[in-house]
T-cell receptor, first 110, second 116 residues
Framework: DTAVSQTPKYLVTQMGNDKSIKCEQN?????MYWYKQDSKKFLKIMFS???????INETVPNRFSPKSPDKAHLNLHINSLELGDSAVYFC?????????FGPGTRLTVT | DAKTTQPNSMESNEEEPVHLPCNHS???????IHWYRQLPSQGPEYVIH???SNVNNRMASLAIAEDRKSSTLILHRATLRDAAVYYC?????????????????FGEGTQLTVNP
């Protein structure tokens, strides 16, 4: 069984569109995250939720809005997509020390 | 956040041990040393973590210097599958609860190449 899953795996869209990436974890973890990995391979945290409550919100444009309907899900909605949003987005969940990452969603904005 | 310094790249031969170094001279007393790795086209994967004592698990060993200003991740027998970027990360945890100060901050890591 997949521990942390993301959909879609690939997302190609045009500038100005709105898109969502879904994340689900079946590990029973309380904390979930979104990370962005840019073309230079730098991996940066965007958001962290603990028990559906936002606890980390990095300097991310407010076009990005995470939504956690329940502990097992943390979705990422992006409005008015820009070229610079092209990246791989990783969802993760954790319990204490170990973070488990999803396979990533490669977003390409044209 | 306390920073870590790692070599950009290292090479190893298959079935030989690999020692991946990490310097963290500004580590604080509550910082745990975490190692993650990222295989090509995959998400990062937890490897090991420690605070003061050396640690072993099925994937690797972590040797922590007595002054905690450096650590070494040891892969006992490298395989081709171990070729990845290895990240050494300091992370403070307050009673095991995630806080704004306990995030994982990834650096550039060490690209490990394993030669057959």
């Amino acid at each position: 069984d997949t521990a942390v899953s993301q959909t879609p795996k690939y997302l190609v869209t045009q500038m100005g569109n709105d898109k969502s990436i879904k994340c689900e974890q079946n590990l029973g973890h309380d904390t979930m995250y979104w990370y962005k990995q840019d073309s230079k391979k730098f991996l940066k945290i965007m958001f962290s939720y603990n028990n559906k409550e936002l606890i980390i919100n990095e300097t991310v444009p407010n076009r990005f809005s995470p939504k956690s309907p329940d502990k097992a899900h943390l979705n990422l909605h992006i409005n008015s997509l820009e070229l610079g949003d092209s990246a791989v987005y990783f969802c993760a969940s954790s319990f204490y020390h170990e973070q488990y990452f999803g396979p990533g969603t490669r977003l390409t904005v044209t | 956040d306390a920073k870590t310094t790692q070599p950009n790249s290292m090479e190893s031969n298959e079935e030989e041990p690999v020692h991946l170094p990490c310097n963290h001279s500004t580590i604080s007393g509550t910082d745990y040393i975490h190692w993650y790795r990222q295989l090509p086209s995959q998400g990062p994967e937890y490897v090991i973590h420690g605070l003061t004592s050396n640690v072993n698990n099925r994937m690797a060993s972590l040797a922590i210097a007595e002054d905690r200003k450096s650590s070494t991740l040891i892969l006992h027998r490298a395989t081709l599958r171990d070729a990845a970027v290895y990240y050494c990360i300091l992370r403070g945890l307050n009673l095991g609860v995630e806080t704004s100060g306990s995030r994982l901050t990834f650096g550039e890591g060490t690209q490990l190449t394993v030669n057959p």
